[in-house]
């Protein structure tokens, strides 16, 4: 069938709360509004108003209430605008949804879905537009998803509800409207292992999420120029599937880690590094990054698209890598 | 504010029962400076030492199946709320057979037995969970109280505004417990709060909130049992603002500059455990004998909880990265997040993921 990534987010929805009564979605404007990127448009009036539940603007006060419902044996899903938003519950994601288990000595899960957009791309300036992913896949205890596909934006959901800890899922703000075609009967994926997307044998091009159309349209490209490229889509940034970077890297023997991203302390400079750890002999060029500029993203288009990672520099940087000049 | 006299005694054996659960709490505080002195506990170590009254009353207005949230100086709520004085010294320790297997420590102690949530080391952080477990329950059709404990200094924070709007909004069943010791750390609430009356700010939120003589005992059993009656049946979020006072230092390492001593002697001569005990005698309730079989009682259990906690096992290292994730069905052994997470760290010991 022929469907967009919204749709395919609001079909989890909707799916996971007929499957499960105890899910609920809560946070800003889910309900009347209809979702701030409408992706769980027209579930109040199926599910009502008690499991679609609007919350004031009290971001940490709304997620640590969603911690203490999966405390409670609740399964919520709760989301979060953005994920400069998302600053504001830190203490609760952190603090308490990411320690609880290990603090209490395993006595108490927290089954929490938070989900929220992330990146930039639609000139909406620096406070709706970063990509902090990363950061968060820096803490042990929660799990980090970054949906890219209509598979996995239709299918991630379920399993993460499945998943006894907390589950942080980023939606790139430019997939939303992504249109394609999805498996009548698709359902829950698997949420721990990176897909290779396509198989080449020149150069590994690793990303996620919103890079990962423009990686693949560099990919095409590349092999126009007679550049065989695997892509890797990792899905997952924490726990990170190192298995399939490094298998694809052992044939390859080059990689382009593609991240919307700061460079500096990113996901991509932990990929580089565990490149370098683990397939170092495998290397026959430096592992190349393609990260945003580091600078806040700004409003005006053109400053925008020459800040974030783009298509031409994804093919440079793997002409460098491959020695074909950059 | 009601005081004990005001009131008269309960009968003999339930005055005797709340003397006990706040004579435990102090032994077992009293030993725990003994043993941080000792070094054989480490750590931050804040004391209940005068505030035990407010423990002691709120917690006789529960049931087993109501949830308690606390701060880090919660070993009195953990105690009273039924986790063993061995559980708590044992995870002090550091040992296997800590509440939480020695992951916590004294700030972060938790029961899934008891329903007992922290142990929260973030002042306020506690209060959005007991909002969520609140909301559990309300959407689960089941009639049960979250009580949350939380010192004075939280309410500057703003967790507790958006906690206090939320539950007002929901109308949840959660009791917000405020331990007014009137110092966050050595910040006195004066010199933090333009409006020092902390009941009055729950009231800008709706919520039914009263002041209550955090140092007497009936006092706080009174009010809690109104609270939490009103909480079950239905009628929403309920405020307690208990006025107590800590005896000692904030922890063991404050030196306590920022208070005079003679304000400290004048609070506890209203020593909660003094005044219910006099209260008690002049009543004819509480012959020497007694009391020096009730203290002897108190010692005895804090001495084997020692005991317990000394004789404790380490908790291996070899099981550092369990509790990061969860163990899984397929994935017994190692506890660790994914493909990667376990099958290195575990292995090499180190909990880098």
Redesign the interface.
């Known amino acids: 069938m022929k469907t967009t990534y919204r749709e395919a987010m609001r079909a989890a929805l909707r799916d996971a709360m007929k499957r499960d009564e105890r899910v609920?979605l809560m946070g800003e404007d889910v309900g009347r509004y209809g979702g701030s990127f409408a992706v769980s448009l027209g579930l109040l009036e199926e599910f009502g108003p008690?499991r679609i539940r609007d919350?004031?603007l009290?971001e940490?006060?709304?997620?640590?209430?969603?911690?203490?419902?999966?405390?409670?044996?609740?399964r919520?899903v709760v989301e979060i605008m953005t994920v400069n938003f998302s600053l504001l519950a830190l203490?609760?994601i952190i603090?308490?949804a990411a320690t609880?288990?290990?603090?209490?000595?395993?006595?108490?899960?927290v089954p929490i879905v938070i989900r929220m957009t992330t990146g930039a791309g639609r000139q909406l300036g620096a406070q709706h537009s970063h990509s902090l992913e990363g950061w968060y896949a820096h803490i042990?205890?929660l799990?980090i998803l970054a949906p890219a596909t209509l598979a996995d934006a239709r299918g991630m959901l379920w399993t993460a509800l499945q998943?006894?800890?907390p589950v942080l899922i980023f939606e790139h703000g430019s997939l939303y409207n992504v249109a394609g075609e999805l498996d009548d009967d698709a359902g829950a994926v698997d949420i721990?292992?990176a897909t290779l997307l396509r198989e080449g044998d020149a150069i590994t091009l690793i990303t996620y999420g919103g890079t990962l159309p423009l990686v693949l349209e560099a990919a095409e490209q590349l092999d126009g120029e007679g550049i065989d490229a695997d892509v890797i889509d990792l899905r997952?940034l924490?726990?990170?599937?190192?298995?399939t970077i490094m298998d694809s890297v052992a044939r390859t023997h080059r990689a382009v880690v593609v991240d919307e991203g700061w460079r500096s302390g990113s996901i991509s400079a932990e990929i580089a590094a565990r490149i370098c750890e683990q397939a170092f002999f495998d290397l026959d060029a430096p592992v190349e990054r393609v990260c945003s500029l580091e600078v806040p993203v700004p409003y005006a288009k053109h400053l925008e698209q020459a800040a974030l990672p783009s298509v031409e520099r994804v093919m440079a940087a793997a002409r460098r890598a491959v020695g074909a000049g950059g | 504010m009601t005081t004990l006299r005001s009131q008269g005694i309960p009968d003999a054996e339930h005055a005797v029962h709340l003397l006990r659960q706040m004579l435990r709490v102090r032994r077992l505080e009293e030993k725990c400076i003994e043993l941080y002195s000792a070094a054989k506990i480490r750590g931050f170590l804040h004391v209940y030492i005068g505030e035990e009254a407010v423990a002691a009353g709120v917690m006789e207005a529960l049931e087993p199946e109501d949830a308690v949230v606390a701060t880090y100086r919660e070993h009195g709520h953990a105690l009273l709320r039924g986790v063993s004085a061995g559980a708590i010294l044992a995870e002090m320790y550091g040992h296997a057979e800590g509440c939480c297997r020695g992951r916590g420590g004294s700030m972060h102690l938790f029961d899934a037995a008891t329903r007992f949530y922290g142990g929260n080391a973030i002042v306020v952080s506690g209060l959005p969970l007991a909002v969520g477990l609140a909301l559990a329950d309300r959407m689960a059709g089941r009639q049960r109280v979250t009580v949350c404990f939380f010192g004075e200094g939280a309410v500057a924070e703003g967790e507790f505004h958006e906690s206090m709007n939320l539950a007002a909004l929901w109308q949840l069943p959660v009791l917000f417990c405020c331990e007014n010791n009137l110092y966050a750390m050595g910040t006195a609430l004066g010199r933090s709060e333009s409006q020092t009356d902390i009941a009055l700010k729950a009231d800008g939120y709706e919520i039914s909130a009263w002041a209550v003589d955090g140092m007497d005992v009936l006092a706080v059993e009174e009010a809690a049992r109104r609270a939490v009656d009103a909480v079950r049946s239905g009628g929403g979020p309920h405020f307690l603002e208990l006025r107590t006072y800590r005896f000692r230092a904030h922890s063991m390492f404050d030196p306590e500059l920022y208070r005079e001593k003679s304000e400290v002697t004048r609070w506890m001569e209203r020593d909660p455990i003094s005044l219910l005990r006099a209260a008690m005698q002049a009543a004819g309730q509480l012959p020497e004998k007694d009391w020096a079989a009730l203290q002897a009682d108190v010692d005895a259990e804090i001495s084997t909880a020692v005991g317990f906690a000394e004789n404790g096992t380490p908790e291996p290292v070899s099981e550092l990265s369990r509790f990061v994730y969860s163990d899984r069905p397929d994935d017994a052994s190692a506890g660790g997040g994914g493909p990667e997470e376990r099958g290195t760290t575990a292995g090499k010991g180190g909990a880098a993921g």
Do not use: C
Request: aromatic residues 6%; negative net charge; proline residues 10%.
């Open positions: 609920f008690d919350t004031p009290s940490s006060g709304f997620v640590g209430a969603g911690i203490g419902a999966a405390l409670g044996g609740m919520p203490d609760q603090n308490n609880l288990l290990h603090m209490s000595g395993g006595q108490f899960n042990p205890g799990r998943d006894p800890d721990d292992k997952t924490r726990p990170l599937d190192a298995h």
